[in-house]
Nanobody, 131 residues
Framework: QVHLVESGGGSVQAGGSLRLSCTMS????????VGWFRQAPEKARQGVAG????????YITDSALGRFTISRDGAKSTVDLQMNNLKLADTGMYVC????????????????????????WGQGTQVTVSS
């Protein structure tokens, strides 16, 4: 059983920064893909970023390029999402998800874009950006 716990959300003014963390625990496999998703009211869930444990370039959705970065710490079993220059449109519940099976960065990117293929989901952490 694997568990994901998100942390780091909060309220910030436009232009500010937040760093979200996804901490994984339990019986994890070596190969995994972790994605961050945003769920805003009355909007479809959107894959924001993803990273594969097997290496390769991480994925950042177009609207967050140049502002968000995703990184992982294998020793700590965490995947962080650094969000800079936050915009009102970034408001939402941020949820991390993990897929535990062999993958490359292209697989991971596709899973994050589609939102499908993930084995475990966290409960989420709220991000609110105000003007």
């Amino acid at each position: 059983q694997v568990h994901l716990v998100e942390s780091g959300g909060g309220s910030v003014q436009a232009g500010g920064s937040l760093r979200l963390s996804c901490t994984m625990s339990g019986d994890m496999l070596r190969d995994y893909c972790v994605g961050w998703f945003r769920q805003a009211p009355e909007k479809a869930r959107q894959g924001v970023a993803g990273i594969s444990s097997t290496g390769g370039p991480p994925y950042i959705t177009d609207s967050a390029l140049g502002r968000f970065t995703i990184s992982r710490d294998g020793a700590k079993s965490t995947v962080d999402l650094q969000m800079n220059n936050l915009k009102l449109a970034d408001t939402g519940m941020y949820v991390c998800a993990a897929a535990f099976r062999g993958n490359n960065w292209l697989d991971c990117r596709q899973w994050v874009r589609s939102g499908e293929g993930f084995d475990v989901w966290g409960q989420g952490t709220q991000v609110t950006v105000s003007s």
